[in-house]
């Protein structure tokens, strides 16, 4: 029998500190909405469509930061079996391989560890978000004009981490019973950048491809499995921790 999501997912192996939303921010009232929507057995295809009378590049934002802390949090529990030594390449398999490039330290692509890698890719995505710039969070503050191409890297690489997951620690999410909320959450995810087209699909090659016990279904109906998977605000939001900014 599966584990609720509070057993599984302890605020204890989060991988980086969880972004929240001001409470009486407009952000605060759109991802309680979201939430709410979650929890309410809704089909996932319906709960990522824009609300009504709503702005594209909040609901954008709010499911951004969302799937960052969410994702951060799936691989924070797997991170103690993820080392140089099991997993000494960025990759999803033997056909796929990820290398760091962020025109820094790393002006190539540059492999490296995957630990390594999350370590880096979540840095990035925290400036990201935190940087008022890209990430406006004041009344009447307008978003960038490169605002969704920005989305569209950061779902990209986060894409990744799935994949890494996936294909490297499956076992070990099984083995804490954990695999219908990896499932939902990356139903969850696919159905948003779907919604939006946020990703070209082409990327999302090294899940399709993947058979055997990696079944991910992201046609049919999510109601059940989203019953079985009832997403407690109180076991997100209480592990929610706020980071200074990043200059």
Known sequence: MALCLGQVFSKDKTFRPRKRFEPGTQRFELYKKAQASLKSGLDLRKVVQLPEGENISDWVAVHVVDFF?????????VSEYCSERTCPIMSGGLRY????????????????????????LMDWIESLI???????????????????????????????????VYIHH?????????????NTCYKHYYYFISEFNLI??????PLVRQKSNLIIMCEGDDREQQKEDQMDDSSWEGCQCHRPPCN
């Open 97 to 120: 391989e990820y290398r760091w490039q962020d025109g820094g330290d790393y002006k190539k692509p540059t492999k490296l560890p995957a630990l390594k890698y999350m370590n880096l």
């Open 69 to 77: 802390n969410r994702i951060n949090l799936i691989y924070g529990t």
């Open 170 to 182: 499956f076992d070990s999410i099984c083995s804490m019973g954990a695999e219908a909320h990896i």
């Open 130 to 164: 935190n940087n008022e710039n890209i990430f406006p969070t004041r009344v009447g503050v307008p978003f960038p004009k490169n605002f969704q191409q920005v989305c569209k890297k950061i779902l990209s690489r986060l894409f990744r981490v799935f994949v890494h």
């Open 200 to 205: 070209d699909h082409s990327e999302l090659e």
